[in-house]
């Protein structure tokens, strides 16, 4: 076993892409099936994660990337990538990491309702006070719920005890946002006095961690901004303080300092192999952790900078001034 694979899986390689088959502590390396098929060379560009079931090339002019599933089946022509994976293995990364979820169950198609910003004036307002008042229609946002009753409703979304009990505090005091993925929605109280400032409504399972994610200017860039919150993340690609939204692919948040976890979801998701990633850091989180994530991921990672707002606690905190860390 190597990695998530079974020792077959170097097999198969070998006897379809042919020798050196290498591997290191964090990727096996083989001919690329894209550009290097058939080809004698002394070192190849394909390189296998051994923690994620993705792919990246790195040779000049091909840079193919994706999962697993896809550098199958260009080999064999459909996908028999599950024969390879050792599940005892993968389960283990799984719960070490809290990437993946355990349970997979019919994907539902979610639906957000209306939003009525004369119903729920408080809500609308709390948006825009976020927002530092930007010239932006509250209903052109994505995912934003209002109305958490009609969207339980709409969905058909079971009550289990546990939201029962919350279900109209949420309706009269939360704002809420659908993650990329539709599997989480994502509460904010618009209450700041209250205890209970955030909450997490799980709709479905999907296989990593799910995010909120805003499109930044660049399609085609590898860098991309976290943070911890939300409205860190609108503040940021609003007013754009750092001067960095052209070069920017996403925005991303899971309302969690578990970067790593979310960094190696959006790898997966949106197919960014080696990102570049800014982290707008809230100030209580140490340069340290920022360093020994680096360390630990530096095979997934090409750059990491962390900015931190020394005007305040987060990024959504402003007039914004940032100190740049390069890690």
Known sequence: MIGIYQDSFLTYLKNKLGDPIKTTSKNIICPCPFCEYGKTKDHYHMYISLEIPIFHCFHAGCEETGTLRKFITKIEGHDISETFVDKVKL????KKQNVFED???????????VLNRNQF?????????????????NSNIKGLIYDV???????????DNPLYRIK??????????????????????????????????????????DYYKLKGNSPKSNQI???????????EYLFDSLNIKNNIRLYATALSANFIAL???????????????????DRDVSKKYYEKLKFFNKHIIKKLTV?????????????????????
């Open 91 to 94: 389960a283990e990364i799984k």
């Open 103 to 113: 349970k997979e169950q019919h994907k539902l198609n979610i639906k957000i309702p």
């Open 121 to 137: 004036r408080d809500k609308d307002f709390y948006i825009k006070q976020r927002f530092k008042f930007a010239d932006i229609n």
């Open 149 to 159: 009753n009609g969207f339980i409703e709409l969905n058909q979304i079971e009550v």
């Open 168 to 209: 109209d505090y949420l309706q009269s005091n939360f704002v809420g946002f659908l993650t990329e993925n539709q599997s989480t929605v994502i509460f904010r109280n618009i209450d700041h006095s209250q205890h209970m400032g955030f909450y997490k409504l799980k709709l479905q399972e999907i296989n990593f961690l």
């Open 225 to 235: 901004v976290l943070a911890e919150g939300v409205f860190d993340i609108f503040t």
């Open 263 to 281: 960094i190696k979801s959006i790898i997966f998701y949106e197919q960014i192999f080696q990102p570049e990633v800014i982290v707008l850091s």
């Open 307 to 327: 900015y931190y707002n020394k005007s305040g606690k987060d990024f959504n905190c402003t007039p914004i001034t940032p100190l740049k860390i390069i890690i």
